[in-house]
């Protein structure tokens, strides 16, 4: 949104406008993302995890990231199963 912005000018188009045309939410432009450090290693273990239970989904996956000492919860778990 930044390079539009620059490009187009601050005194041309506004920030609605320009999303608009782009066909983005506004709310995705104004928060940068944050990964935390450890999600990595999460996916890696749930890959782990996926490959050895062949049939298990997020939620059972959810279940055994815990038993192992994750701290995370089921959307997380989702959002990453996505990915």
Known sequence: MNHVRQT???EKLSERRVCQVLGQPRSTQRRAPHVSSDEPRLVKRMIELASDYGR???RRITGLLRIEGWVVNHK???RLWRY
């Open 8 to 10: 187009i000018g601050k």
């Open 56 to 58: 298990y989904g997020y």
């Open 76 to 78: 997380r778990v989702e």
